[in-house]
T-cell receptor, first 115, second 113 residues
Framework: DAMVIQNPRYQVTQFGKPVTLSCSQT?????MYWYQQKSSQAPKLLFH???????NEADTPDNFQSRRPNTSFCFLDIRSPGLGDAAMYLC??????????????FGPGTRLTVL | DQQVKQNSPSLSVQEGRISILNCDYT??????FLWYKKYPAEGPTFLIS?????DKNEDGRFTVFLNKSAKHLSLHIVPSQPGDSAVYFC????????????FGKGTKLSVIP
Protein backbone atom coordinates (compact mmCIF):
# COMPACT_ATOMS: atom_id res chain seq x y z
CA ASP A 1 0.00 0.00 0.00
CA ALA A 2 1.14 3.50 -0.77
CA MET A 3 1.99 5.24 2.44
CA VAL A 4 3.99 7.70 4.50
CA ILE A 5 6.61 6.08 6.72
CA GLN A 6 8.40 7.70 9.62
CA ASN A 7 11.46 6.36 11.37
CA PRO A 8 12.04 5.92 14.15
CA ARG A 9 8.64 5.86 15.86
CA TYR A 10 10.23 6.80 19.15
CA GLN A 11 13.44 8.76 19.57
CA VAL A 12 15.22 9.64 22.78
CA THR A 13 18.01 12.17 22.71
CA GLN A 14 19.98 14.18 25.20
CA PHE A 15 19.71 17.89 25.70
CA GLY A 16 21.82 19.57 23.02
CA LYS A 17 22.59 16.38 21.07
CA PRO A 18 21.65 16.67 17.38
CA VAL A 19 18.94 14.36 16.16
CA THR A 20 17.53 13.52 12.73
CA LEU A 21 14.05 12.24 12.04
CA SER A 22 13.22 10.69 8.70
CA CYS A 23 10.18 10.44 6.50
CA SER A 24 9.65 8.54 3.29
CA GLN A 25 6.66 8.23 1.01
CA THR A 26 5.55 5.90 -1.75
CA UNK A 27 2.73 8.18 -2.90
CA UNK A 28 4.95 10.17 -5.28
CA UNK A 29 3.50 13.39 -3.89
CA UNK A 30 5.32 16.59 -4.68
CA UNK A 31 4.63 18.38 -1.40
CA MET A 32 6.02 17.22 1.95
CA TYR A 33 5.41 18.79 5.34
CA TRP A 34 6.80 18.61 8.86
CA TYR A 35 4.53 19.35 11.80
CA GLN A 36 5.27 19.56 15.50
CA GLN A 37 2.49 18.51 17.85
CA LYS A 38 2.69 18.92 21.61
CA SER A 39 0.26 17.31 23.99
CA SER A 40 -3.34 18.58 23.58
CA GLN A 41 -2.18 21.12 20.99
CA ALA A 42 -2.87 21.53 17.32
CA PRO A 43 -0.28 20.21 14.89
CA LYS A 44 1.95 23.17 14.08
CA LEU A 45 3.49 23.44 10.64
CA LEU A 46 7.27 23.87 10.80
CA PHE A 47 8.04 23.93 7.07
CA HIS A 48 7.12 22.32 3.80
CA UNK A 49 8.73 21.46 0.49
CA UNK A 50 6.94 22.11 -2.76
CA UNK A 51 9.06 19.90 -4.99
CA UNK A 52 12.54 21.14 -4.09
CA UNK A 53 11.43 24.55 -2.95
CA UNK A 54 11.79 24.92 0.81
CA UNK A 55 9.20 27.02 2.65
CA ASN A 56 9.92 27.88 6.26
CA GLU A 57 7.21 29.12 8.61
CA ALA A 58 8.10 32.51 10.05
CA ASP A 59 8.08 31.30 13.65
CA THR A 60 10.00 28.06 13.13
CA PRO A 61 13.18 28.27 15.23
CA ASP A 62 16.54 28.16 13.45
CA ASN A 63 17.28 25.06 15.52
CA PHE A 64 15.06 23.14 13.09
CA GLN A 65 16.35 22.36 9.62
CA SER A 66 15.12 20.12 6.85
CA ARG A 67 16.49 18.32 3.83
CA ARG A 68 14.73 16.73 0.90
CA PRO A 69 17.30 14.85 -1.18
CA ASN A 70 14.68 13.39 -3.53
CA THR A 71 10.91 13.13 -4.01
CA SER A 72 10.56 10.21 -1.64
CA PHE A 73 12.57 11.29 1.38
CA CYS A 74 12.50 14.23 3.76
CA PHE A 75 14.51 14.72 6.94
CA LEU A 76 14.03 16.89 9.99
CA ASP A 77 17.23 17.89 11.75
CA ILE A 78 17.13 19.37 15.23
CA ARG A 79 20.57 20.83 15.79
CA SER A 80 20.48 21.34 19.55
CA PRO A 81 17.34 19.87 21.07
CA GLY A 82 15.97 21.55 24.14
CA LEU A 83 13.47 20.21 26.64
CA GLY A 84 10.80 22.27 24.91
CA ASP A 85 11.34 20.36 21.67
CA ALA A 86 9.94 17.16 23.12
CA ALA A 87 6.88 16.49 20.99
CA MET A 88 5.33 14.32 18.33
CA TYR A 89 6.72 15.14 14.90
CA LEU A 90 4.40 14.40 12.01
CA CYS A 91 5.37 14.15 8.38
CA UNK A 92 2.70 14.62 5.74
CA UNK A 93 2.47 14.68 1.96
CA UNK A 94 0.06 16.04 -0.59
CA UNK A 95 -0.26 16.28 -4.32
CA UNK A 96 -0.96 19.35 -6.35
CA UNK A 97 -1.91 17.40 -9.43
CA UNK A 98 -5.57 17.56 -8.53
CA UNK A 99 -7.27 20.37 -6.64
CA UNK A 100 -5.05 23.24 -5.61
CA UNK A 101 -5.39 22.31 -1.99
CA UNK A 102 -5.61 18.56 -1.62
CA UNK A 103 -5.84 16.42 1.45
CA UNK A 104 -2.64 15.70 3.29
CA UNK A 105 -1.57 12.16 4.09
CA PHE A 106 0.15 11.72 7.42
CA GLY A 107 2.73 9.32 8.71
CA PRO A 108 2.37 7.77 12.17
CA GLY A 109 4.71 10.31 13.72
CA THR A 110 7.94 10.17 15.69
CA ARG A 111 7.68 10.89 19.39
CA LEU A 112 10.80 12.72 20.51
CA THR A 113 11.90 12.67 24.13
CA VAL A 114 14.67 15.01 25.29
CA LEU A 115 16.49 14.06 28.48
CA ASP B 1 -3.69 33.59 18.06
CA GLN B 2 -5.66 30.53 17.09
CA GLN B 3 -7.21 30.83 13.67
CA VAL B 4 -9.00 27.49 13.96
CA LYS B 5 -10.72 26.74 17.24
CA GLN B 6 -12.25 23.57 18.56
CA ASN B 7 -13.65 24.69 21.87
CA SER B 8 -14.70 21.28 23.15
CA PRO B 9 -11.68 19.19 24.15
CA SER B 10 -13.87 16.13 24.60
CA LEU B 11 -17.29 14.75 23.82
CA SER B 12 -19.06 11.58 24.96
CA VAL B 13 -21.95 10.09 23.01
CA GLN B 14 -23.98 6.93 23.29
CA GLU B 15 -23.62 4.38 20.52
CA GLY B 16 -26.27 4.88 17.86
CA ARG B 17 -26.80 8.57 18.67
CA ILE B 18 -25.55 11.57 16.74
CA SER B 19 -22.11 13.05 17.41
CA ILE B 20 -21.68 16.74 16.58
CA LEU B 21 -18.19 18.19 16.58
CA ASN B 22 -17.80 21.91 16.16
CA CYS B 23 -15.11 24.14 14.73
CA ASP B 24 -14.83 27.92 14.41
CA TYR B 25 -12.37 29.90 12.34
CA THR B 26 -11.35 33.53 12.22
CA UNK B 27 -9.48 33.89 8.93
CA UNK B 28 -11.90 34.89 6.18
CA UNK B 29 -9.32 33.79 3.58
CA UNK B 30 -9.92 30.15 4.44
CA UNK B 31 -11.91 28.51 1.69
CA UNK B 32 -11.28 24.82 2.19
CA PHE B 33 -11.96 22.81 5.31
CA LEU B 34 -11.07 19.28 6.28
CA TRP B 35 -11.71 16.92 9.15
CA TYR B 36 -9.09 14.44 10.24
CA LYS B 37 -9.47 11.53 12.60
CA LYS B 38 -6.61 10.32 14.79
CA TYR B 39 -6.32 7.09 16.72
CA PRO B 40 -3.65 6.73 19.43
CA ALA B 41 -0.18 5.91 18.06
CA GLU B 42 -1.27 6.69 14.51
CA GLY B 43 -1.07 9.77 12.33
CA PRO B 44 -4.19 11.75 11.46
CA THR B 45 -6.21 10.30 8.58
CA PHE B 46 -8.38 12.34 6.27
CA LEU B 47 -12.09 11.97 6.86
CA ILE B 48 -14.08 14.51 4.86
CA SER B 49 -13.68 17.96 3.36
CA UNK B 50 -15.77 20.87 2.14
CA UNK B 51 -14.98 23.86 0.00
CA UNK B 52 -16.47 27.27 0.63
CA UNK B 53 -18.72 27.05 -2.43
CA UNK B 54 -20.77 24.42 -0.63
CA ASP B 55 -22.60 24.41 2.68
CA LYS B 56 -22.85 20.65 3.08
CA ASN B 57 -20.91 17.57 2.13
CA GLU B 58 -21.94 14.05 2.96
CA ASP B 59 -20.03 10.78 2.95
CA GLY B 60 -21.84 7.82 4.46
CA ARG B 61 -22.34 8.41 8.16
CA PHE B 62 -20.31 11.62 8.07
CA THR B 63 -21.66 15.03 7.09
CA VAL B 64 -19.86 18.34 7.30
CA PHE B 65 -21.82 21.59 7.41
CA LEU B 66 -20.30 24.97 6.68
CA ASN B 67 -21.78 28.30 7.76
CA LYS B 68 -19.53 30.91 6.16
CA SER B 69 -21.28 33.91 7.64
CA ALA B 70 -20.73 32.53 11.13
CA LYS B 71 -17.29 31.14 10.24
CA HIS B 72 -18.39 27.86 11.71
CA LEU B 73 -18.34 24.28 10.58
CA SER B 74 -19.53 21.09 12.17
CA LEU B 75 -19.06 17.38 11.64
CA HIS B 76 -22.05 15.12 12.21
CA ILE B 77 -21.63 11.40 12.69
CA VAL B 78 -24.84 9.39 12.50
CA PRO B 79 -25.15 6.80 13.90
CA SER B 80 -22.10 6.92 16.15
CA GLN B 81 -20.19 3.69 16.59
CA PRO B 82 -17.58 2.67 19.19
CA GLY B 83 -14.97 2.56 16.42
CA ASP B 84 -15.52 6.29 15.91
CA SER B 85 -13.83 6.95 19.25
CA ALA B 86 -10.80 9.04 18.34
CA VAL B 87 -9.50 12.59 18.30
CA TYR B 88 -11.01 14.69 15.52
CA PHE B 89 -9.09 17.63 14.11
CA CYS B 90 -10.59 20.42 12.09
CA UNK B 91 -8.25 21.98 9.54
CA UNK B 92 -8.57 24.94 7.20
CA UNK B 93 -6.67 26.24 4.24
CA UNK B 94 -6.69 28.85 1.56
CA UNK B 95 -6.62 27.33 -1.89
CA UNK B 96 -5.21 30.35 -3.61
CA UNK B 97 -1.69 29.13 -4.27
CA UNK B 98 -1.18 27.85 -0.76
CA UNK B 99 -0.73 24.26 0.28
CA UNK B 100 -0.77 24.84 4.00
CA UNK B 101 -3.36 23.81 6.55
CA UNK B 102 -4.07 25.34 9.93
CA PHE B 103 -5.29 22.83 12.49
CA GLY B 104 -7.46 23.09 15.57
CA LYS B 105 -6.46 21.45 18.84
CA GLY B 106 -8.81 18.54 18.34
CA THR B 107 -11.84 17.08 20.10
CA LYS B 108 -11.64 13.67 21.69
CA LEU B 109 -14.80 11.73 20.91
CA SER B 110 -15.76 8.77 23.06
CA VAL B 111 -18.64 6.63 21.83
CA ILE B 112 -20.03 4.59 24.68
CA PRO B 113 -21.45 1.15 23.80
Amino acid sequence: DAMVIQNPRYQVTQFGKPVTLSCSQTLNHNVMYWYQQKSSQAPKLLFHYYDKDFNNEADTPDNFQSRRPNTSFCFLDIRSPGLGDAAMYLCATSSTSGEVLDEQFFGPGTRLTVL
Amino acid sequence: DQQVKQNSPSLSVQEGRISILNCDYTNSMFDYFLWYKKYPAEGPTFLISISSIKDKNEDGRFTVFLNKSAKHLSLHIVPSQPGDSAVYFCAAGSGAGSYQLTFGKGTKLSVIP
